[in-house]
């Protein structure tokens, strides 16, 4: 009866002394255990609030020295990299420019090329008009012995065409009067010189006259002369003035090619030009590069003569302290 009321008090007490803990500390929960004598008092330490743990200064700088020199170096890496993109967009603007003019060049070029060859095709235009003579009747059988005789069946449109004839050219022409012919014109030639217009000659002299001609179907021409035609000169310069003109585009065309090619050479000089400067600009990249990888390295030995210097004097002072110990003990 006596062992039973004793260990009801010493769970008494062992109630009462975790109600004051927890009183005690709100956040923190103590836990005990005991086989009935009240020893074995243990904590959990799950319970236990976290502690803060405070490192060495030296330490701490060490960090803090790591942590600038990674930022400078980040820092440096973004110049770099912005310093190169920079380059890369002013070179592309370059390039763009030098393909504008050279393009331009081409262009202007070009037009001087076709304003010199429409020059001198409306040269040439002008002086064999000049040359005309229209007043030669030798030369008037010159298209057929050139181009053989013209087409002057029945049934079919004939037109003709003839330069000034002049003075008193158009009625020996067409035969119209009597003075010139001394024998009435027939009536389809007395039309055609009621056709006739005044035109002013290519050479800008006095007004001529041009004599057109067409026959109807069913005219009968068998009693008129057929006396309009091309002068062999005029057939001969037109002839000429093709060639002419032919060997004019012809050189044309080459000093286009020629051109071209020019340009081309140009362009690809320029291309690899910019090649060599972009290969140039790559060889400086990577000696930045290596420059900045031995600097780090150079930090970083650096920072190990630090550490080692710091162990140094701390094995100097440790053996100082103990050899001090050592003293005043023999004492």
């Given at each position: 009866m006596t062992a039973v009321t004793a260990t009801t008090n010493e769970d008494h007490d062992h109630d009462y002394n975790i109600n004051k803990n927890k009183d005690h500390c709100g956040h923190c929960t103590t836990a005990t255990t005991g086989n009935g004598d009240g020893d074995g008092d243990m904590t959990d330490p799950k319970m236990v609030p976290h502690t803060k743990l405070v490192s060495d200064s030296e330490d701490d700088a060490e960090v803090v020295e790591a942590k600038a020199g990674e930022k400078q170096r980040r820092e440096e890496e973004v110049k770099v990299e912005r310093r190169r993109q920079k380059e890369a967009r002013k070179e592309e603007v370059e390039r763009q420019r030098?393909?504008?003019?050279?393009?331009?060049?081409?262009?202007?070029?070009?037009?001087?090329?076709?304003?010199a060859w429409?020059?001198?095709v409306t040269v040439t235009r002008w002086r064999n008009a000049g040359t005309i003579d229209g007043g030669s009747r030798a030369n008037t059988d010159g298209m057929r012995e050139v181009h053989g005789p013209l087409a002057g069946a029945r049934g079919k449109a004939r037109k003709a065409c003839v330069w000034p004839l002049g003075l008193g050219g158009a009625g020996a022409a067409t035969g119209s009067g009597t003075e010139a012919s001394g024998k009435p014109a027939?009536?389809?030639v007395r039309k055609r010189a009621e056709r006739a217009v005044t035109n002013a000659s290519p050479r800008g002299g006095e007004k001529r006259k041009k004599v057109c001609t067409t026959t109807k179907e069913g005219e009968d021409d068998e009693?008129?002369?057929?006396?309009?035609?091309?002068?062999?000169?005029?057939?001969?310069?037109?002839?000429?003035?093709?060639?002419?003109?032919?060997?004019?585009?012809?050189?044309v065309a080459e000093r286009m090619a020629a051109m071209e090619a020019r340009d081309e050479e140009r362009l690809a000089m320029e291309w690899e030009m910019m090649e060599i400067q972009r290969a140039h600009l790559a060889m400086?990249?990577?000696?930045?590069?290596?420059?900045?990888?031995?600097?780090?390295l150079e930090r970083v030995q650096t920072s190990i003569a630090r550490q080692r210097r710091r162990g140094e004097r701390r094995q100097t002072m440790k053996m100082r302290m103990h050899r001090v110990k050592r003293s005043s003990g023999h004492r």
């Open positions: 030098t393909i504008d003019e050279a393009r331009a060049r081409m262009e202007q070029e070009q037009q001087e090329e076709m304003q429409a020059q001198a027939p009536r389809q009693d008129t002369e057929e006396v309009f035609r091309v002068p062999r000169v005029m057939a001969e310069e037109q002839c000429d003035a093709l060639g002419m003109l032919t060997q004019a585009l012809a050189q400086a990249r990577r000696a930045m590069d290596r420059e900045e990888e031995q600097l780090e």
